[in-house]
Nanobody, 114 residues
Framework: QVQLVESGGDLVQPGGSLRLSCVAS????????MGWYRQAPGKQREFVAR???????NYVDSVKGRFTISRDNAKNTVYLQMNSLKPDDTAVYYC????????WGQGTQVTVSS
């Protein structure tokens, strides 16, 4: 049974930073595509970032240069480092696993506000 457990969401001021974590069980992250999605209030869920088994990364244009996805294979954990946060980054952030985004975590709330 695959489980993805996110943590690290918080209330932060514009310009601040957060690091989200996703601890995976039942799946080996180094052998899978791992990703982050987000859903803002009243909006559709959108892709944020992904990292492939080979280590290649992709980002939505709005976060390029500010967010970094990475993984610690020994801890079977995926991270999303978020810098220079903006109010538009406010959303529930979800960790995903699988080439077809087969598995989802429960989400962690990120609020960017002064």
């Amino acid at each position: 049974q695959v489980q993805l457990v996110e943590s690290g969401g918080d209330l932060v001021q514009p310009g601040g930073s957060l690091r989200l974590s996703c601890v995976a069980s039942g799946i080996i992250i180094s052998r899978n595509v791992m990703g982050w999605y987000r859903q803002a209030p009243g909006k559709q869920r959108e892709f944020v970032a992904r990292i492939t088994s080979g280590g290649s990364t992709n980002y939505v244009d709005s976060v390029k240069g500010r967010f970094t996805i990475s993984r610690d294979n020994a801890k079977n954990t995926v991270y999303l480092q978020m810098n220079s946060l903006k109010p538009d980054d406010t959303a529930v952030y979800y960790c995903t696993a699988g080439l077809r985004v087969d598995y989802w975590g429960q989400g962690t709330q990120v609020t960017v506000s002064s």
